[in-house]
Each structure stands twice: as C-alpha cells, then as structure tokens.
C-alpha cells in the first residue's frame, strides 16, 4: 500500500493509528481555513462595510430543481432492485 509507504509505516496494524492522524490533519487544516476566513471578513467589515456586505448578498445557494415523483420512484427501485418496500408502495399509492 502506497499509505504505509508515504507515512514511514512498516507494519499494517498501525494503519487505524495512521487514519486517526490523517483525520486529524484534515479538521486542523479546516479548521485553519474557517478561522482564515472568518479573519477575512472581520477584516474586510472594519475597512469595507459596503463591500462586505454586498458579497455577502451574492452568496446564494445552487438549489436544485426537485426531482418528479417518477424519477424518485426510479431511483428507489434502482437502489432496492425492484424489491416492494413500504416507501415505494406510498409512492404508489
């Protein structure tokens, strides 16, 4: 495995130790990027209130069309391979 490699790691028992680490690193390093962010714009508020306040308004979510009754069916029966299940049989009905 390239993961016992790239962490100097000679024995797979410490694997569930080397993923705890790795998952650690990644919230760090989010975390890091949320307080970055959050300095950003307490920064950007004292200078540009006008400016913050205006990309804050362009910031929209990118809902979706809600998919049609058939499509949900079809996923559905995708998913449980056309066994009957009680969601499918409100759907149905």
């Known amino acids: 495995m390239r993961l016992l490699g790239k962490c100097n ?3 797979k028992e410490n694997l569930d130790e ?3 680490e790795l998952k650690q690193k990644v ?3 989010t975390q890091q990027l949320s307080r970055q962010n959050q300095y950003y714009q307490h920064k950007m508020f004292k200078t540009d209130c006008k ?3 205006s990309l804050l308004r362009q910031k929209t979510t990118n809902a ?3 998919p049609t009754k058939e499509e949900i069916k079809n996923f559905w ?3 449980l391979g056309g066994k009957k299940s009680p969601t499918l049989k409100k759907l149905n009905g």
């Open 18 to 20: 080397v993923y705890e």
């Open 64 to 66: 979706k069309i809600a």
């Open 77 to 79: 029966k995708e998913i």
């Open 9 to 11: 790691m000679q024995k």
């Open 27 to 29: 919230l760090a390093q």
């Open 51 to 53: 400016k913050f306040y």
